[in-house]
């Protein structure tokens, strides 16, 4: 069955570096989605992105995060100057985008951990 | 508003009894209310979703319940097994979005 990965599985930084994270979108999908998952907390939603735009974004999605599709197959979400609060599991999802609240197939996540 | 409460933190069940998981809403725009199942290192897949036009789905020993007078539904695991425990997260989104509300989620503990 076709599903999402993430990599890496773990990531720690230091605070102020950048970092990369990195999805692989089931590959008939064409809405791409991160959300984070602060440790105890729900999952928030960060941004949605169709068709190489961001298509909608939450509060939390500031200037310090951005989203790329470098290429056919890769989902990227970088954050510019990582903060101790950006402490988080950041989870990718897919959809195959033909309407609205259809299923979104998530990958099993990146735990960042900024220092 | 775009919050979406849920109940209980944390449940444990034993082997064949009925786990109950409820979810509150504020927004009467929501309209897609979807669970999902997270198994420990894996994300959250879906289980089961219901719109409003509905007051009961259920699959298989899983049912959800909607009252959309109380703004409230809520998550039914008959049977319950051990291989069931996980983390339970309800979402609800709005047409004309694709972003997901999320509660924050139970962790089911079956005990055999």
């Known amino acids: 069955e076709p599903e999402v990965t993430q990599t890496p599985s773990h990531q720690v930084t230091q605070m102020g570096q950048e970092v990369i994270l990195r999805c692989v979108p089931i590959s008939n999908h064409l809405y791409f989605y991160w959300y984070r998952q602060i440790l105890g907390q729900k999952v928030e939603f960060l941004v949605s992105f169709y068709n190489n735009e961001i298509s909608e974004k939450s509060e939390i999605f500031d200037d310090q995060f951005s989203v790329e599709r470098p290429d056919g197959s890769n989902f990227t979400l970088k954050i510019r100057s990582t903060k101790l609060e950006d402490s988080a599991m950041y989870f990718c999802a897919s959809s195959i985008g033909t309407t609205f609240q259809e299923t979104q197939y998530f990958g099993p996540g990146t735990r960042l951990l900024v220092l | 508003q775009q919050q979406v409460k849920q109940s209980p933190q944390s449940l444990i069940v034993q082997k064949g009894g009925i786990s109950i998981i409820n979810c509150a809403y504020e927004?009467?725009?929501?309209?897609?209310f979807p669970w999902y199942q997270q198994f420990p290192g894996k994300g959250p897949a879906l289980l089961i979703a219901?719109?409003?036009?509905?007051s009961e789905k259920k699959e298989g020993r899983f049912t959800i319940s909607f009252n959309k007078s109380a703004k409230q539904f809520s998550l039914h695991i008959m049977d319950s097994q051990p291989g069931d425990s996980a983390t339970y997260f309800c979402a609800a989104s709005k047409w004309g979005t694709y972003k997901y509300i999320f509660g924050t989620g139970t962790r089911l503990k079956v005990l055999a």
């Open positions: 219901i719109r409003p036009d509905v």
């Open positions: 927004n009467t725009a929501f309209d897609y």
